[in-house]
């Protein structure tokens, strides 16, 4: 062949397998495939890649239930709203769950699907007659709701509707949502799961094949699916996941006792606290109360200075990362929470480091 062909021939040699440790992302639009197509799993890009196979693979390991990744967890989130929840039929989410499921709910309205907005504590009480799906989320994001999963479960399967549970906060390594009753769980990678701030993405896990398939049709026919060098670096960050949310739940506990004991710091927050009014359920159903605690330093002028105090906690949104970050949520003017609130997400730093910067920064802010 001549050089322009070499050249081609040449960038698709491989070399005989070696017995890795990680089989590395597998970039591919394409697939070789002669004759029918659907001889093969792999045959275009949009539909099915083996990097995320690998980690899809890996997730249902996790959460004990089929797991397909998206590109992010609104991605999941809005595959499981269209998957699960037929048109004209009325759905039940969180009043105070994470704010761009509530935005999306009024897209859906437009569509003519009711989803009706309650609060967290008023969900497992309800009546669920003529609603084909519960949304909870538990912990709530930023707001730290904690919702009895197994109790909405029996009831909700009682009156013939299904349970979707947001599992972003906890992780499955933190909560077995699937375990405790849900039919379906979404969850945010870009948050615990991943955990190095370094990537978004989301999945969706369920042992229904007949949702499983709505979700796969779903994610093949509006495309959102992951990059495989995300879904690459989320395999890879799985190995460390329980040590990381142990780490980060032992210093979340740390700094929310710390600033309890404070009474500077009001209004903390932090399931892992017996002064969180739904402690006992949190202790039933979570093996790791997560890295997300919340206090309130009542103006904004007090949150700004102990967040320009801070010297190691970097000011940032999200949660979940190796780092301790953290902000005050309202600059958002997303979520209705008091103007000095700050929610705070416990890295992986040693412990005294981070508390010893936490009562600095709360010096500094206030004498
Ligand atoms: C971040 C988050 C999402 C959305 O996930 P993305 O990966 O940012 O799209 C959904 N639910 C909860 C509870 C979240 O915290």
Known sequence: VRYATKAILASAQRQE???????????????IVRGDPHSSKYAYGRDANPTWSTLEAAITTLEG??????ASGMAATAAVLHAAIARGSRAIIPAEGYFNVRRIAEDFAVRGIDLVQLPSNRIEGCDFSGVSAVWIE?????????????????????????????NTAATCVGQDAIGLGADVVIASDSKSLCGHSDLILGHAATNSEQIFGALLAHRTLYGAIPGPFEAWLAQRSLATVELRVAKQSANALAIASALAADPRARAVRYPG??????????ARQMRYFGPMLTFDLETAAAADAFLNGCKLIKVA???GGVHTTAERRARWGSDSVSEGLIRLSAGCEDEADILEDVMQALDSAIR
């Not at 239930?65 to 998206?70: E, G, I, K, N, S």
């Not at 606290?273 to 949190?282: I, T, W, Y």
């Open 17 to 31: 397998p070696a017995e890795t440790f990680s089989s590395g992302p597998q970039f591919a639009s394409t697939y």
């Open 65 to 70: 239930a089929q797991t397909l990744v998206f």
């Open 138 to 166: 538990t912990p709530s994001n930023p707001f730290l709701e904690i919702t009895d999963i197994a109790r909405v479960a029996e009831r909700v399967h009682a009156s013939g509707a299904i349970l979707v549970v947001d």
């Open 273 to 282: 606290l017996h002064s969180h009014e739904r402690h006992d359920v949190a």
């Open 317 to 319: 949104t999200s949660f």
